[in-house]
Each structure stands twice: as structure tokens, then as C-alpha cells.
């Protein structure tokens, strides 16, 4: 165990020679090449996907919080739909299923298909922690801004929705960084992403360890980066007064 | 339907449930039963030591709570799948090296579980516990852990859920789960799409009755209290 290789990274993929500069170049890429452009793909999957469970999750968590019974039961059962279907299933039912059933999806790139199936998974989180967000608001503000004359789309526009958003921010900043995680599923259909890159490449180069740590290290680096950027928004939108996490 | 797609679930006979599903769902069964009872010994025994006091014990059990919940569960059975044969030097099967797997891994989740359920059992219990004369361990056990582990029921279970939906990742190994079941199936009489959805129909079966259940239990903890 001992001897590491990590010469591995600078070998050409196709036939395993060390390249001098490790970046592989007239078309041919090294396993750093394949390993920088899996990073891409992880990153792609996960923003994207994270813009799928926004967009849904929020107007699910809206609509479970407004007075008509009908639209509680819609997003109640978006919710518990996504929630309870393993993604992996969900990714197969995206990729092998739903393109039967709606034969213009079977032109979308796999890669796609992953989006939405991570993104309407992820939906269902954002909207039980959009749902719990409004909730957490007094009943008074509701009333207030009905009783002001409002509409209730404007009590949410100006009244709901800018509290609700900054105080869900915290617990959303834990699903971006567990859609970075579940992007990993990926691999299933063949989206050359970070986990599809560390099982190929131990495959091939037999340095399971070497490419085992690469791959670690960047997920862990990209919640890294999450986080980072989610605490930056966090600051910039603390309600004042609010007491929350210290200064 | 108009369309050209004939769904046919007549090959789903009793027969080819029973040889097909049943061991994979078993396997799910026993694999998610497993890693939940070993994972919340293991995460209790984790949160005690995050809570310990003592920073040479503190300082570990955090670092292997944080690095197992910062890394992608898929990663995570492939690490074991490596490892566990280099370490113990013979090969190992999938079924095996996933059970493993999971309880190590779902022992990091429970130990968060366990410790908020701790820290939400009042100072004044502990003290009472010493005042009649308990050491730490029979505070532990007879006064703090029944009622950590009380509050923390409905968490727990929730928690139970998400592993047996994650157990489906043993894919990335090969294991034979309730998935790989439906998929063999699936290939064998060509009726992948059927299989498919069969699948998703009993894996939200499952989950949406155990979390009715867990809002049940939800309810009634909170009477209670």
C-alpha cells in the first residue's frame, strides 16, 4: 500500500504512456484531463439540478402554504412523490421510462435527464423547507398584508416570500451541498462525471487509491466552495435583528 | 394510448416475483435493518465521544463524523469495496463489503441524530442522576440515553427511510438489492420500462407507508410530551 503512483494522472488514456507535462495535447487527454473535465461535469450537474429544484421546490412550498385546499393537496403530492422514490430509481425512471412514454425526450443527452430527475428529487426538500419557512412567519403578517388590501400573490410577493427566502437560506445552503452528493449517480447512465471518471479509471489504470483520493478531494472541495458561497449569501441577506448564528 | 408504446406487465407472474425480486428485496431488508441498528449503536457511541469533553476524543469522532457526511455515499461503498479486500487480504462479496459499508457509514448520520438528542435532554437530568449516586454510565444509560433516544424517535425513523432508499446505490458494486432485482428481471423478458416502473411503484409503496407511519408516531411523541 505504501507505494503510491501518482504518475497515473499524467498517463495518456489511450495508451497508458506518462506524458511530460500531464496535460495530454493533439487530441489525445491523460486521466488529469478526464479527471478536470468529470469535475466540470459534476459541477454542471449539480448547478443545474440545483435550478430545477429551486424553481419547483419553491412554487411546491408556496402553493402548500396557500388557503385552497386543492393547491395544498398538489404540492403535498409533489412532495411526498419525489420524496419517497430512491433517486437512483428516479434517475432510471428518467432515462429508460419517461423517453418510452414521451418519445421526443429520447433526443435528450442523458446528461439532461439526470438534471431533472436530481432537480425534481431535490424539489421536494427545498419544498418542505420553503413550507416550514413561510410557517415560521407570525399569522399576523399574512393578515396584515390581506388586510391592507393586498391580493394574496401580492401579501406573498411583498409581505411572505422576502422573510420566508432569507430565513430559509441556511437550511438550502445543506441541500446545495447534498445536491453536489447525489450528483454522483450520474454514473448509472453514463454521464462522465466524477464518480463514472474514479470507477473507469480504477478499471484501467488499477490505482483505485490514487484515483479513489483525486475524486474525494474534489467533492469535498466543491461542498467547500458551496458553503463558502452560501455563507457569503447568508451575510448579505441576515435579516437585522434576527438573532441567528452568533455576529 | 395512441402512442406506439404497449405496456405488458403479464410476464410479473407470482413465479417470477419470487425468483427474481424476492432475494433482492430481502437483501434490502436485511442490509437497511442492519446498518440501522448497528449505525445507531455505533452513532450513539459517536455522540458520546463528540461529547465527551475530552478534546483527544472529541477531535476524532468529529473528524469521521464530518469526512463520512462530506462525501457521496456511492463514493463511500466504493472506498469499502477497494479497501476492505486490501485490508483483510482476500476478496470480498458485494453483499458483504455494502453491509459494512452502510453501517459506517449510517453510524455518522445517527451520531448527529443522537447527539442533538442528547444535548436536548435538560443539564438538570445529569446532575440528578449523579445527586442519587449514578456514575456516568448509569446516567447515561438508565437517565439521559431512553430519553435522547425518545425524542429522537421520529428522526431516527426518517432517517431509517433515507437508508433504505440509499440502499439502491449498492448498484455501483453489483450487489443483487430489490433494484437489481426488477433490472435482472427486466432484461431477461426484455421489459425493461415495465420493470422499471414496477419498481418505482414499490419502492414508494414502501417509503410513503413508513412515513406515514413516522408522522403517526410524530404526532403521538408530542402528545405525550
Excluded at chain 1, 208 to 227: K, N, W
Excluded at chain 2, 194 to 213: G, K, N, P, Q
Amino acid at each position: 500500500m505504501a507505494n503510491w503512483d501518482w504518475q497515473v494522472f499524467c498517463k495518456n488514456t489511450v495508451d497508458g504512456e506518462v506524458v511530460p507535462r500531464c496535460f495530454g495535447d493533439n487530441g489525445d487527454i491523460t486521466y488529469l484531463d478526464w479527471l478536470l473535465s468529470a469535475w466540470g461535469w459534476t459541477a454542471s450537474v449539480s448547478a443545474l439540478a440545483l435550478l430545477v429544484a429551486l424553481a419547483f421546490g419553491v412554487l411546491m412550498g408556496i402553493l402548500r402554504t396557500t388557503p385552497s385546499k386543492a393547491l395544498v393537496f398538489i404540492g403535498d403530492a409533489w412532495t411526498e412523490l419525489f420524496r419517497n422514490i430512491p433517486v437512483l430509481v428516479q434517475v432510471f425512471l428518467w432515462y429508460f421510462v419517461i423517453p418510452e412514454l414521451v418519445p421526443p425526450l429520447k433526443q435528450v443527452p442523458s446528461f439532461l435527464l439526470v438534471v431533472l430527475a436530481l432537480g425534481f428529487f431535490t424539489s421536494a426538500r427545498v419544498s418542505e423547507q420553503i413550507k416550514a419557512g413561510i410557517q415560521s412567519l407570525p399569522k399576523g403578517q399574512r393578515y396584515a398584508g390581506l388586510a391592507m388590501g393586498l391580493t394574496l400573490p401580492q401579501t406573498y410577493r411583498y409581505v411572505l416570500l422576502p422573510m420566508a427566502f432569507r430565513i430559509v437560506v441556511p437550511p438550502l445552503t445543506s441541500e446545495s451541498m447534498g445536491i453536489v452528493k447525489n450528483s454522483s449517480v450520474a454514473f448509472s447512465v453514463s454521464v462522465a462525471e466524477l464518480t463514472m471518471f474514479a470507477r473507469q479509471a480504477q478499471e484501467e489504470t488499477s490505482r483505485g487509491i490514487e484515483i479513489y483520493l483525486a475524486v474525494t478531494g474534489l467533492y469535498y472541495l466543491t461542498s467547500i466552495l458551496v458553503y463558502q458561497v452560501a455563507k457569503l449569501i447568508e451575510q448579505r441577506v441576515r435579516i437585522p435583528g434576527q438573532t441567528s448564528g452568533g455576529k | 394510448m395512441a402512442s406506439g408504446l404497449q405496456l405488458d406487465f403479464s410476464f410479473l407472474t407470482a413465479d417470477v416475483l419470487a425468483s427474481y425480486v424476492s432475494k433482492g428485496l430481502w437483501f434490502s431488508v436485511q442490509l437497511t435493518l442492519v446498518a440501522m441498528v448497528g449505525g445507531i449503536v455505533l452513532g450513539t457511541l459517536l455522540a458520546l465521544l463528540r461529547l465527551s469533553g475530552k478534546k483527544w476524543l472529541e477531535v476524532p469522532a468529529a473528524l469521521y463524523v464530518n469526512t463520512m457526511r462530506s462525501i457521496p455515499l456511492v463514493m463511500v461503498i466504493l472506498w469499502f469495496f477497494l479497501l476492505i479486500p486490501l485490508l483483510i487480504g482476500r476478496p470480498m462479496g458485494a453483499e458483504l463489503s455494502a453491509v459494512i459499508t452502510f453501517t459506517l457509514f449510517e453510524a455518522a448520520y445517527f451520531a448527529e441524530i443522537m447527539r442533538a438528542g442528547i444535548q436536548s435532554i435538560p443539564r438538570g437530568q445529569l446532575h440528578a442522576g449523579y445527586a442519587v449516586g449514578m456514575n456516568y454510565r448509569q446516567t447515561m444509560q438508565l437517565v439521559v440515553l431512553p430519553q435522547a433516544f425518545r425524542n429522537m424517535l421520529p428522526v431516527l425513523m426518517t432517517q431509517t427511510i433515507i437508508l433504505f432508499q440509499d440502499t439502491s446505490l449498492v448498484y455501483a458494486i453489483g450487489a443483487y438489492d430489490l433494484l437489481k432485482g426488477f433490472e435482472i428481471a427486466g432484461k431477461n423478458f426484455n421489459r425493461p420500462v415495465e420493470t422499471y416502473l414496477v419498481a418505482t411503484v414499490v419502492y414508494f409503496a414502501i417509503c410513503f407507508t413508513l412515513s406515514m407511519l413516522v408522522k403517526r408516531l410524530q404526532k403521538k411523541i408530542a402528545i405525550i410530551r
